[in-house]
Every structure is written in structure tokens, then in C-alpha cells.
């Protein structure tokens, strides 16, 4: 059974950064797809980053293009998500998520979660 571990949330004031970091266990972490999606109060989850299995394609939502960069250490089972030039409206609880191959942009066709970790972004 695949489990995932996130970390690395907390508090920053806008134009911040912070590094978001998903430890992977269970499985063979080079077989599966990672991605990064977040949820805020009163909304449904939605995407913000995915990698594929290799590492060397990457796609994000629009709203973090340009500002995020997710990236994966295959030798350390590990997905990363660097969050540059927060802003208030980044403010979630983030997940990590994992499926076999590939992760689907939309969440409920993933098939493993982690706990979730707070970002807050004050202005």
C-alpha cells in the first residue's frame, strides 16, 4: 500500500517562498506519477502541479505557472513543490497525491492521498 507524507507548510507573508516535500512509501516510486493539489475553505480540491514517472514533464495549473516548480528525487522517493512569490489566494491545504503511470488533473480519479499540509499566505 502506497503511503505519502507530506511537509513543509506553514506561515509566510506574500511574495514568500516555501518548499513543500512528499515522502513516498510502499511502492516503487518510479512507477507512479506525482502530483501536488490544494483545497481552501469552502472549495473542492483542485490542481496545481504534476511530474511524470521519469521526472522530465512537468505540467501545472495556470494560476501557479510561472511561480511553482514541482520536481521528484527518484532515489529518494521524494516529490517537492517550490512555491515562489505566494500570495494570499495561495492559502490551502495542500496535497500530495499519487497514481500508478500518471497523475489525472482531476482528484477523485487519483489513488493515493497524504494527510494534507498547511500553507497560509498573510498579506
Known amino acids: 500500500q502506497v503511503q505519502l507524507v507530506e511537509s513543509g507548510g506553514g506561515l509566510v507573508q506574500a511574495g514568500g517562498s516555501l518548499r513543500l516535500s512528499c515522502a513516498f512509501s510502499?511502492?516503487?516510486?518510479?512507477?507512479?506519477?506525482m502530483g501536488w493539489f490544494r483545497q481552501a475553505p469552502g472549495k473542492e480540491r483542485e490542481f496545481v502541479a504534476a511530474i511524470k514517472r521519469s521526472g522530465g514533464i512537468t505540467s501545472y495549473a495556470d494560476s501557479v505557472r510561472g511561480r511553482f516548480t514541482i520536481s521528484r528525487d527518484n532515489a529518494k522517493s521524494t516529490v517537492y513543490l517550490q512555491m515562489n512569490s505566494l500570495k494570499p489566494e495561495d492559502t490551502a491545504v495542500y496535497y500530495c497525491a499519487a497514481r500508478y503511470f500518471l497523475v489525472s488533473t482531476t482528484a477523485l480519479d487519483n489513488d493515493y492521498w497524504g494527510q494534507g499540509t498547511q500553507v497560509t499566505v498573510s498579506s
Open positions: 510502499g511502492r516503487t516510486f518510479s512507477s507512479y506519477g
